[in-house]
């Protein structure tokens, strides 16, 4: 698959599971965005490339509230959880996250809105074609790792798709290039 | 206890037959997942993705025990603790002494399977551990008191107004049946569960033995909150769920969600592996390993098939029958066809006796099995092991052992029942009432007389117009067109006659033995293949031809299976089955083509795919071809190949009542498609939808391919 295909695939099947997808050209583009849709404190667990950003501060400098310890304690009042992507698939648009440590679930799972900051460079065209990337993330003897595909859904009431049961309700990807080329890191 | 048993399960059929809400519920489901599922498969080579999950499934249950070991040396390695149990006792006191050891009062559970398979919720309560489903699915049969219906849809028979009302109860406040509400409402409720448990109980759809993980996948996310809040994390994990590799989990992954919902993949797949951290320590995780009658099903050769399931419900989404009366009555824990292969193996033949009847034998399930099981087949299998422990019952027994072995009774019975009947049929062709208390049987359907002349006494008188015959064709008639429709075997003499072929009637050949292997009579079965076979080949024909598929396929698969450990027949059986076509097949691949009809000003017609012909045979483009060629307009109604509702004695003795429900379903589709002609290739059909259609004084024809294609050289 080529690059451009690949972008476009993954944008069309993202869009098609329920996620939202922005583009960002800068980190601080991406930090207005959160600002702007956040809707309240943000989780942010701890992962390479935010540290490298220095996410956290970028943040609180906008105005945001951050919550970056206590996470247990802290998780359920949180309006969005913040995160990286280790890699993604264009066929599904499926984000894969590596999830061992336990911030990352909480901030995945409990909250109402999810955003993922993905570089574009490190979209897979399909899950088979990433298996070896997925062996090495499961190499560890311990290891939780996520693949995501739009927000959590549930259609056992009448067939009806209703969306965000236990899981977000929303999931914003946000586009950087820059953050990473390794799949091994979030 | 079995005549109890029969009564109860007959109730059951009633209750969910005067429930039309369910089957509108079923059959809106069915349709939309049908196209869900076609557009998730579009453009993959479905054969093949079958087949690969097919290996990888018998890979491991070739080296189970290998892979086990595996797997739980690499899960062990990532610090979780593994157990196998035996047995449902087994696996449900492992989980309520770790309970018992580590305090635990509340559990929260996401979906599994086996733990409705071994009754784990409520060894919990007898525990004093409160278990909370937290599958939106789940809760509500959970709070309603009920078993799921559906493997991957709970509570597909409910409606929203009772779970307004359940969910009523839990917050002590009228609710309104709005369904946002009501989703709304789970996650608020179930939130505070969640942080409260001291244990998550899931079950897993894979066990990867190469990395010793568990992979689940889910849409809700509660099975992520199940694995990640707690700090005991309980799998229950039936043994055949192992995958060798990770590219064998992969294959899983991107299948199951197409199959069981249509979706491309579900919101999560999560991969576990060992003691992942949780709060200021590490997890404490517990693969429960289940057996519970899968290594018996294992050793079954004729069964074992059936391990490759990856539990995705396709197999109830396309059944007639599940459509028409739902979860609880075809099914125990696990539903539809694959439910009665699972529940005889895991709880027991009297749970599986009388739902091994509710299959009516049209093979959907076949057709879209993700993991190629020929559930049929097996379904069949088991009819025959309950008749060997029940018996078949003492009527059918005398049929079939006494009278049907023996050619001459049988067909002499035939004809005296063609003259006792005349009191009914007052010598028309048609009976439209049955008096006293077979009356139920003509209510929703004329039946056919039995001719007062049977084929093979006619066939003498039949003319061949042949000059050089290019072929010799010998007709296998089957009972139907030999004693009810010998109508259609002029047809098919004319017909053939026209393409250069001559017919011959083989006198010594017999029913196929098909009704006595569906009610489970193998013996039977075999020695009528062995008479057919031997009456057939002894007229040394160069093709034999079918007007019925179900003896199609007896011809075809059935002798070959029933005779291959016979050194005498069983090369005979694989020679007949090679030059066995129905007629159709015979026309288009061995008589010349269609182009010979060249007709044209027919009816507006519509096509009815016969099950056997289609999903047995596999031919359903052929006749189609045949009837266009022929001058027909063709017009295709909705769910062409669904199943009439026939299925031999399914309608007249063990479910007329169903089959009724089920040729309902077809006239709809036949009506709306405003053909004026219903063709098919089935005498059976035939016999079900011409009787449907005369009862309701329809003006469309139902009429057998050949009589349409014998009308063009008439006209």
């Known amino acids: ?186 | 206890m079995k005549k109890v048993r029969m009564q109860e399960y007959k109730q059951r059929i009633d209750n969910a037959l005067s429930t039309p809400r369910l089957q509108e519920a079923l059959h809106r489901f069915g349709d939309a997942w049908a196209k869900a599922r076609e557009d998730a498969f579009l453009g993959l080579d479905f054969e093949a993705l079958r087949a690969e999950i097919a290996g990888c499934k018998d890979e491991v249950r070739r080296h189970r025990e290998r892979y086990l070991s595996e797997f739980i040396r690499n899960a062990e390695n990532a610090g979780a603790r593994v157990v196998r149990a035996r047995n449902a006792e087994e696996a449900c006191r492992y989980i309520t002494e770790l309970a018992r050891e580590r305090g635990v009062r509340t559990a929260v559970k996401s979906k599994s399977m086996v733990s409705e398979e071994i009754h784990l919720n409520k060894a919990l309560e007898e525990a004093g551990v409160r278990p909370v489903e937290t599958d939106l699915g789940e809760w509500i049969v959970q709070l309603a008191g009920e078993r799921p219906s559906h493997m991957v849809m709970p509570a597909i028979h409910m409606f929203r107004q009772e779970v307004a009302e359940l969910f009523g109860q839990v917050t002590g406040q009228p609710e309104p049946p709005d369904i946002a509400h009501l989703v709304q409402l789970a996650r608020n409720q179930l939130r505070g569960a969640f942080i409260e448990a001291e244990m998550g109980i899931s079950g897993a759809n894979i066990a990867v033995a190469e990395t010793g993980g568990l992979v689940l996948l889910t849409n809700e996310g509660n099975a992520r909150l199940v694995a990640t809040l707690p700090k005991i994390h309980v799998a229950l994990v039936g043994i055949e769920k192992l995958a060798p590799s990770l590219e064998d989990a992969l294959r899983i992954i991107q299948v199951l969600p197409k199959s069981a919902t249509g979706q491309p993949i579900t919101s999560y797949v999560t991969w576990i592996g060992g003691a992942v951290p949780c709060g200021e320590g590490d997890k404490e995780l517990h693969i429960v390993l289940l057996d519970n009658g899968r290594s018996a099903l294992a050793e079954s050769p004729r069964c074992r098939d059936a391990l490759r399931c990856i539990r995705c419900g396709a197999c109830a989404n396309v059944c007639p029958v599940y459509q028409t009366v739902g979860g609880h009555v075809f099914g125990h824990v696990y539903i539809g066809a694959i439910g009665i292969v699972l529940t005889a193996f895991y709880h027991g033949l009297d749970g599986a006796a009388e739902i091994v009847r509710a299959c009516i034998g049209c093979r959907s399930c076949v057709s879209v099995c993700p993991a190629g099981i020929d559930l049929e087949d097996i379904i069949l299998h088991l009819r025959e092991v309950i008749a060997g422990e029940e018996g078949i019952g003492a009527g059918k027994s005398v049929v079939f052992k006494k009278i049907m072995r023996n050619r001459r009774l049988f067909h002499g019975m035939l004809r005296t029942a063609a003259i006792l009947q005349k009191p009914v049929t007052r010598g028309e062709r048609t009976i439209r009432h049955l008096p006293l208390f077979f009356s139920g049987l003509t209510e929703w359907r004329t039946l056919p007389a039995i001719a007062d002349t049977p084929l093979r006494d006619s066939w003498t008188k039949l003319p061949q117009k042949v000059e050089n015959p290019k072929a010799r064709v010998a007709f296998f008639a089957g009972c139907l067109n030999d004693f009810v429709y010998p109508e259609l075997g002029e047809d098919l003499v004319t017909v053939l006659n026209r393409l250069g072929a001559e017919v011959i009637f083989p006198e010594e050949q017999s029913c196929c033995g098909v009704p006595a292997s569906y009610s489970g009579d193998r013996e039977t079965a075999s020695e009528m293949a062995e008479q057919n076979v031997r009456a057939l080949l002894s007229e040394k024909p160069d093709y034999v031809v079918t007007t019925c598929p179900t003896c199609t396929m007896a011809l075809q698969r059935d002798f070959v299976e029933h005779l291959k450990d016979n050194p005498v027949w069983a090369e005979k059986a694989r020679r007949l089955s090679e030059i066995t076509f129905d007629v159709s097949r015979l026309i288009t691949d061995k008589l010349g083509g269609a182009e010979v009809f060249q007709g044209s000003g027919g009816d507006l017609t519509t096509y009815h795919d016969s099950c056997h012909l289609k999903r047995g045979a596999g031919v359903w483009r052929e006749p189609r071809r045949l009837l266009a060629a022929s001058g027909r307009e063709l017009t295709e109604m909705a769910h062409a190949d669904r199943c009439c509702g026939f299925g031999g004695s399914y309608s007249f003795a063990s479910h007329p009542a169903v089959a009724r429900r089920i040729l309902e379903d077809k006239l709809t589709d036949i009506e709306a498609s405003d053909a004026k002609c219903v063709a098919m290739d089935c005498p059976g059909c035939l016999l079900q939808i011409r009787g449907g259609l005369e009862k309701k004084e329809s003006p469309i024809r139902a009429a057998h391919t050949i009589e349409l294609l014998a009308d063009t050289f008439r006209r």
């Open chain 1, 1 to 186: 698959m080529p690059e451009e295909n690949r972008m476009k695939t993954f944008l069309e099947a993202a869009g098609r599971s329920g996620a939202k997808t922005v583009f960002c050209s800068s980190p601080a583009q991406a930090v207005s965005y959160l600002r702007d849709h956040s809707g309240g404190s943000i989780l942010l667990p701890s992962f390479s490339s935010s540290r490298r950003l220095g996410l956290a501060g970028l943040l609180r400098d906008a105005g945001c509230e951050v919550i970056d310890s206590d996470f247990r304690r802290q998780s359920a009042a949180a309006a969005a959880g913040l995160t990286g992507v280790n890699f993604a698939f264009a066929e599904t648009g499926t984000l894969v996250l590596e999830s061992t440590e336990e911030p990352v679930r909480l901030a995945t799972t409990l909250p109402e809105r999810h955003f993922a900051l993905l570089d574009p460079r490190k979209i897979f065209p399909d899950a088979r074609s990433a298996a070896p990337v997925l062996r090495q993330l499961q190499s560890g003897t311990r290891h939780f790792v996520a693949f995501v595909t739009g927000p959590s859904r549930t259609a056992d009431i009448e067939r009806v798709l209703t969306i965000g049961v236990h899981g977000p309700r929303e999931v914003h990807i946000l586009l950087l290039e820059g953050l990473s080329d390794d799949p091994l890191e979030m």
